[in-house]
């Protein structure tokens, strides 16, 4: 039985929606919040990843900063836009598989606010512990994300809590600094591959690359195992679909957002799906080449570039760039990736 918001989004063409932005100035404005709590992050290219790809590969090392990972940009810039026009706001509540409640539980704190995430049973042991460490009251509850957004929709209406959603411009304003940091930075990219969950990364991708007027084609990532996003780009509206994979639950999206849909279907020019042993293989190639510890979904944009460059090695043009986007993956399972082991 679909719940009365999903099946609004089944019925709405993603295509009227208006695929809304920050513009450059507003991206600026978010990045002068998020470096009163950390530094831009480093971008480098890896001998050892450019001669595995054939080409020149740039990373950009969002692993690098407070939570070990991109989302933290969204939670300041969203928590100071909360404070500033909702003072009456006493507790926040949100769904997360891990990063974007990390996020949310850093940013909260900061502002004063009490923070409640939920999870789903199964989650991240690591992840939780965390979340728990910044400050969050931690609930588990149902079998996937989307099942703990709905328990958040509950919670937010009896006990009169704000909601932060997974997908919000005000999040995408304060992510979009991380591409902002890199399309600077970096020599001219041709292509850069994006993993997507909820939408807010790439979402910030699209955002930097067209305020700053740049040709870059922008790549979305995402599971075989976590197909939702890529039948949805494909048939131009929102299309459930559950998501399965093992090992790469921050793109593990059974349901899309239409507005984070809308902005993949004007600024992205495709999606790349890869397999749970392909995200396996670029986290051991992270830790082999550049002795970074990705999880499973920071390192799908490598798995998806090394997957495209496979094709006659050409794939994509020459100088090709992807977000190590996180790193917070439990000890266990990082040790059964390098082990090349079954993960269970």
Known sequence: MKSERLQLMLDTPVLQLEAMLPTLAEIHQAAELVYHFMPPTPQYHWPQIDQRAGAEVWIKHENH???GAFKLR??????????REHPEVTTVISATRGNHGQSIAFAAARAGLRSVIVVPHGNSVEKNRAMCCLGAELIEHGDDFQAAVEHVKYLAAENG??????YDIRLVAGVATWALEFFVAAP????LYVPIGMGTGIAGAVAARDALGLSTEIVGVTSTLAPATALSFAARHVVEYPATTKIADGVACRTPDPAALA??????????????EEVAEAMRIYFSHTHNVAEGAGAAGLAALLKDRAVGNTLGGSRLGTALCGGNVDSNVFAAVLAGAEIR
């Open 74 to 83: 969204g939670g300041i810039v969203y928590m100071d836009w909360l404070r």
């Open 65 to 67: 900063n407070p939570v």
């Open 161 to 166: 809590w704000h909601r932060v959603p997974s």
């Open 188 to 191: 001219p990219l041709e292509v």
């Open 263 to 276: 902005v993949f279907l004007k600024g992205v020019s495709r999606i790349v799906e890869v397999a749970d």
